[in-house]
Structure formats: C-alpha cells, structure tokens
C-alpha cells in the first residue's frame, strides 16, 4: 500500500510541476519572436517605407507600407513566429493586385519595442489602424487580415473599429480551446494568460468576413473556422483548401482563387 502511495505522491507531483511549467513557460510556448538589429535594412521599392508608429503605450512598432495604386488598403497581421524581414514577402500577393499594404511587427517583435502580451497586442493592432486613418485612408477602405495568432488581433479590432472587410487565415476560435485540445489532460485553459476569444467577438463584427483554412491543418484544426463561420451572422465566405495544411495554403489554387477570384468581389 505505501508503494501504491508513494507512485500516487510522485505522479501529484510531476503533474503539479508541469502545470507549474506550463503556466510560467506559456509565453515561449505560444510565441516565437525574431529580433532584428536596430539597423536592418528592409529590401524596399521606391515607394515603400519603413515607418514606426506609436502605441497609446508609449511603445514603437515596426512596421512596413507598401503603397500602390488601389484606393483599398490591406492591414495584415501576421504569425507567431520570426519577424518582418520574413514576413514582408506577404506582401507581393496583394501589392500585385494594386492593394496597399501595411505590415506591422507586434511589440517584441523584431524591432518593435515592448513585451507581448494579449493587451498590448490590440493596442499595437490600434495604432496601426490610426496611422492608416492619419495617411488618408477611410474605415471604409481598410481589409484587416489576420493570420494564425494574429486572427485574434485582427478579430477584436474589426469587433471595435469598422473597416470594408475582414480576411481570417487559418484562425482559431479562442486560444483556450485550441490549448485544451492539444494537452487536454493538464486543463490549459485555466492556466492562459492569453485569451484572444474570437468566438465571443465575432458577434460584434459588422463588416463582411472570408474564412480560409486548409483541411489538413494540424496545427489549428479547420473545425475553429467551421466554428467562428457558424458563430458569424453577417455576411460570409468559408473557404477549405483541400489538402491545405497550416503553412501552405499559398501553393493551392484555391488560395490563388481566392486571391484574384474573391478578394476583388466579395466585399464590393
């Protein structure tokens, strides 16, 4: 009976000092910053800038502005890994249909000042959006995209602030649940610092909403886009990539459909 007790003692025990790990280690679990060096020169065209906008905060966020000829404006929020001198590439999906587009590195990231936190997150999403405002773009002209982590963002800002559209790339409903279904044993959900509760704010955005999601995805299963899709009762798209998975949708003709096909229609 005491050997009993003693492996019952000692599994209490590891099972205490994970949840203890998981809590204080959960920042590095769910972010994957890159730091670049003050004096990083972005690769730029003539008329694309590197700016930096201040938060509400007093904090500076990195961010790059690709200028071109549309009167619409993609507000794109990126991963929860590495930085703009990765990211920036995004950008010549959209430049090449004649968007302009504005690109930020989240507080932490890069060579934005700050740590990252769920809050500070929204204010950066914030700053960005008035910075589009102060350069002479209307709500009514702004798309916000967000993809992966920064669905969240993007999602409580479009659920605050009105703007044309919003595009959710391979979003999650609430980082809770995501977290309860990778390591549903130890209860995560309890533990997040992190909440990004898309599914509770879905139902305050207004504008027109695109869901893409590839089915194969295992890092966030396309289910917590069925989900939001389902919770959202405004105007809609859901998009599954066949064979999609969460780092490659841009291979896929449905993503190129959705590109040339999609994006220049749905929210006219």
Not at 69 to 98: C, M, P
Not at 192 to 212: A, D, H, M
Not at 227 to 254: C, M, P, W, Y
Request: proline share 4%.
């Amino acid at each position: 009976m005491s050997v009993l007790k003693t492996i019952a003692w000692i599994i209490v025990a590891v099972y205490g000092v994970v949840l203890i790990l998981l809590y204080t280690l959960q920042s590095k679990l769910i972010f994957y910053p890159g730091v670049l060096d003050p004096a990083f020169a972005f690769k730029l065209g003539p008329s694309d800038e590197e700016v930096t906008i201040k938060t509400s905060d007093g904090e500076r966020i990195n961010a790059l502005f690709f200028s071109n000829k549309s009167r619409d404006v993609i507000l794109y929020f990126h991963g929860n890994a590495g930085d703009l001198s990765g990211w920036q590439f995004v950008a010549e999906d959209f430049t090449e249909l004649g968007y302009n587009f504005l690109i930020i590195d989240y507080r932490g990231y890069g060579k934005s000042s700050g740590k990252i936190s769920e809050k500070g997150m929204y204010l950066d999403a914030e700053a960005a959006r008035h910075y589009l405002i102060l350069k002479g773009f209307a709500p009514e002209n702004i798309l916000v995209y967000g993809r992966s982590i920064g669905s969240g963002v993007a999602v409580d800002l479009a659920s605050r602030q009105p703007c044309k559209g919003l595009i959710l790339e391979s979003p999650y409903s609430s980082l809770g649940k995501l977290a309860n279904e990778k390591v549903p044993l130890f209860f995560p959900s309890l533990l997040l610092k992190y909440r990004f509760e898309s599914v509770q704010k879905i139902t305050n955005v207004k504008c027109p909403v695109i869901f893409l999601h590839g089915s194969d995805d295992t890092l966030i299963p396309a289910s917590h886009s069925r989900r939001l899709f389902q919770k959202f009762t405004g105007k809609k798209k859901l998009i599954i990539v066949d064979r999609g998975s969460h780092n490659d949708l841009h291979a896929f003709t449905e993503y190129e459909d959705f590109l040339k096909g999609v994006l220049p229609s749905f929210f006219q």
